[in-house]
Nanobody
C-alpha cells in the first residue's frame, strides 16, 4: 500500500505564490509517475500537472507558464511551485501516484493512489 500526503496549501492574495509538496511512501521504484489535480466547489476534478521519473513533465493550459512541477526521486516527492496565482486557482489540490509507471498521464484514473487533498485559496 502506498500512502500519499500533500502539504503546503493555504490562503494567498492574487499574484502571490505557494509551493505544494507531495510525498509517496510505502513502495520504492525506479519508475514513478505523480500528478496534481484540483477540484473547485461545484466543478469536476481537473488535471494540473504531472511528472514521471523518466519521461519529464506536462501541464494543463490553465497553469502552463505559471506553475512548475519538480521531483526529488530519492524521496518519492514532488513539488508544485505556483506563481502568479489567480482567484480561479482556488480549489482543493490532490496529489496522485502511479508507482512503477515510466510515463505520466493527465486523466485521474491512470493513478493508483491519492492523497486527501490540500486547500488553496486565492483572494482577489
Amino acid at each position: 500500500q502506498v500512502e500519499v500526503i500533500e502539504s503546503g496549501g493555504g490562503l494567498v492574495q492574487a499574484g502571490g505564490s505557494l509551493r505544494l509538496s507531495c510525498a509517496a511512501s510505502g513502495r520504492t521504484s525506479s519508475k514513478y509517475a505523480m500528478g496534481w489535480f484540483r477540484q473547485a466547489p461545484g466543478k469536476k476534478r481537473e488535471f494540473v500537472a504531472a511528472i514521471s521519473w523518466t519521461a519529464g513533465s506536462t501541464y494543463s493550459d490553465a497553469v502552463k507558464g505559471r506553475f512548475t512541477i519538480s521531483s526529488d526521486k530519492t524521496k518519492n516527492t514532488v513539488y508544485l511551485q505556483m506563481n502568479s496565482l489567480k482567484p480561479e486557482d482556488t480549489a482543493v489540490y490532490y496529489c496522485a501516484a502511479a508507482p512503477g509507471s515510466d510515463v505520466y498521464a493527465d486523466y485521474w484514473n491512470f493513478y493508483d493512489y491519492w492523497g486527501e487533498g490540500t486547500q488553496v485559496t486565492v483572494s482577489a
